[in-house]
């Protein structure tokens, strides 16, 4: 009997094994987590080739027994080392059911995390590399991806000592299964300390190899540092010359541990113009237009003319930049400014020729200092006349935004200061200054939902309100200020109703921006604030209030922006309902 209930089992397993299959499910059970069954389907060759059954229950269970070392591994990427999968299918049914029972046991944690080096001589600059900046934290769930990112973190920090050809020579994972914990040691070959050497410099068709030199971070014979190479490489995207930009080094050091650089660029055009429509209820509608070359004389200097019409504004804008001039990072331009333009308050015509010197002190600080000359007429105001201003402009501006375009996190700090002298007829003076502060903060996870605030403080100090040219003194009422009054009329009023200007400001906005596609976002905006007479602003005078709907849509050159805004404090014989704001680059 036995030996006959043996032989009767091994043909029913035959037959079975012989059984058409012409439809299969797969399902996971003794699992509860979605995400983690969702990864499992979507690395799964039985679920992939659902639709193409194998023709036995054999090859079904082949394949089905296949899938099991795809689902290991990718438990192990989530730091579940010691998971247990069960394979069970049921050919009698149909369709045929196949059944992974999935334990994936306990997470593993980081138990220990150790780098050595093949020799002793390197061994200090391991001891200087602390697991903080590894971002490796003893407790934390052991995912394999967090390994690979720490040897990456570690390549570059070594780099810093000066050691670009460092390798992992050995990786050492060992699970504890009792613990549930894992311990890693990195064992680094450091190869020998590094110099800058010889730079070599392709793909330059325009551009002379003098910019070259200007914009390159490091010195011939300088310790390997890869900052200097970051550096360079975001001096030369800077000048918007190239398409691409690739900065490498040799694999191997040559005499005295010189390691040659190679800079390879792709030119992109020198030359663009452009010519636009616009419209906003402040200015009704407007033509601009300009024409850019940022490599004059072939040496990377920029010459740029732009202008604007509209019903009541005349701007045209004469721009020179010379690059790095007399020491990197350090700019000097060149301008000249021709404008007239109508307000409710006054008209003002003005040629102005200036010169400053802009300073990159670091990656997130810039100055600039200057000089200035302002031919100035006012008509239609309180104050007419012919004035003759002589300037120095100052400012300094931090900021650590990810994006200067379109920020998401971060903030930006910006101080300004004007010293003004009249130079012709009765001599006065007055000093212009501002203090702007911007901040962004994320809301969500993936920066689609931004809270951006900005706080804006002006004051004039010096002569008094009725000396000042009116077009020097503080307006708001615009795109960029206060949205939903007239333009320029947030100031001090006259009896007509007329703005006169101010002293000093407050204004306060926040916009809470929303991305809802990859292109196209809202902003939901509040604006308050005013001028004032005084050179501080009066804390306990009425403040305008405004707010409103926005629309952008992303471009290579910042969002296009459409703004529809409300006034909350409507002023009569001087505000409308609302205004339309039709322009390029977010408000602030």
Known sequence: MPIKNFLILLLSTFFLN?????????????????????????????IALENNPPSTAAALRKRAEADIPRFAKILQTLAYYDAQIDL??????????????????????????????????????????SLDELEIEMGMPAYPKNILHAEELLLLEIATYGYPLAKIKERKVIADVANKSISVTLVIDTGPQARFGPTTISGAKKVCDSFFQKKIAWGNGEIFNPCKIEETLQ????????????????????????????????????????????????????????????????????????????????????????????????????????????????????????????????????????????HLKITDS????????????????????????????????????????????DPFSYAINTVNFSSYLPLDYDGDLVLATRATLGSIFGSSRRTIPPSELFYAGSEETIRGYRYLTVSPLNRKHEPTGGR???????????????????????????????????????RLQSTGLGLRYDTPAGPLRLDIALPLNKRKHVDHNFEVYFSLGQTF
């Open 382 to 425: 309180d104050n007419n006349g012919l004035f003759n201003l002589f300037k120095i402009p100052l400012s300094l501006r931090w900021t650590d935004v990810d994006d200067p375009l379109d920020p998401s996190y971060g903030y930006t700090v910006t101080l300004k200061t004007v010293p003004t002298l009249e130079i012709f007829n």
């Open 88 to 129: 069970r299918i049921q050919i009698d049914m149909t369709p045929a059911q196949v059944i992974f029972d999935v334990n994936p046991g306990d997470l593993f944690v980081f138990s220990d995390f150790e780098v050595t080096t093949i020799d002793d001589d390197s061994s200090a600059i391991c001891q200087c590399i």
């Open 235 to 374: 001096a030369l995207e800077a000048s918007s010359l190239f398409s691409t930009i690739n900065i490498t080094f040799a694999e191997t050091v040559e005499e005295d541990n010189l390691l040659p650089m190679s800079i390879d660029v792709m030119e992109a055009k020198h030359r663009s113009t452009g010519f636009g429509i616009g419209y906003s209820t402040m200015r009704s509608f407007g033509v601009v237009g300009e024409y850019d070359n940022f490599n004059e004389r072939h040496l990377g200097e920029r010459f740029a003319l732009r202008g604007a019409i509209w019903h009541n504004l005349f701007d045209g804008t004469y721009l020179y930049l010379v690059p790095d001039w007399h020491r990197r990072r350090q700019d000097l331009v060149w301008l000249m400014q021709a404008h007239h333009e109508i307000t409710d308050g006054y008209t003002e015509s003005f040629l102005s020729p200036s010169v400053s010197v802009e300073r990159q002190v670091s990656y997130k600080l810039r100055t600039s200092a200057g000089f200035m000359f302002k």
């Open 18 to 46: 012989l059984y058409a299959v012409e439809t299969y499910e797969v399902h996971f059970t003794t699992i509860d987590d979605p995400a983690i069954i969702n990864l499992l389907r979507s690395t799964s060759q039985l």
């Open 504 to 542: 000093s400001m407050m204004i306060f906005n926040v916009e809470l921006r929303r991305s809802i596609s990859e292109n196209w976002g809202i902003v939901l905006f509040y604006d308050i604030g005013n001028v004032y007479k005084g050179t501080l602003p009066n804390w306990n005078e009425h």
